[in-house]
């Protein structure tokens, strides 16, 4: 498996950085999704998304363009990731006015 492979699926650790959304306040050091990750790839330490912040940015991408690339994209990542925090999507998506796009995205 490439090195960064790894990193993305368990090597990394993750580090206060910055909220998911401009909108979103200060890093929520409670729930971790609101950080990246960090991890080496090729021998490099580098700052990964978070996989919860990706799907809340695809999210609010969809609000602006219905984008149906968008949907697949966000429809996949919550079914292939493993442990994503759904209590923190389920959060910041209600925060963010998203939330009737998650639950679009969810199939509810």
């Given at each position: 498996m490439p090195e960064h492979a790894e990193a993305v699926r368990s090597g990394c650790h993750r580090?206060?950085?910055?909220?998911?959304?401009?909108?979103?306040?200060?890093?929520?050091?409670?729930h971790p999704g609101g950080c990246h990750r960090r991890g080496p790839i090729e021998g490099h330490e580098v700052a990964l998304v978070a996989p919860e912040d990706l799907i809340i940015s695809k999210l609010d991408?969809?609000?602006?363009?219905?984008?149906?690339?968008?949907?697949?994209?966000?429809?996949?990542?919550?079914?292939?990731?493993?442990?994503?925090?759904?209590?923190?999507?389920?959060?910041?998506?209600?925060?963010?006015?998203?939330d009737a796009l998650y639950r679009e995205a969810l199939g509810d």
């Open positions: 580090t206060c950085h910055s909220p998911p959304h401009p909108r979103a306040p200060s890093c929520d050091t409670a991408w969809m609000r602006e363009t219905r984008s149906e690339v968008q949907l697949a994209d966000v429809r996949n990542l919550l079914r292939s990731v493993p442990d994503l925090d759904k209590h923190y999507l389920e959060r910041w998506s209600r925060r963010l006015g998203l």
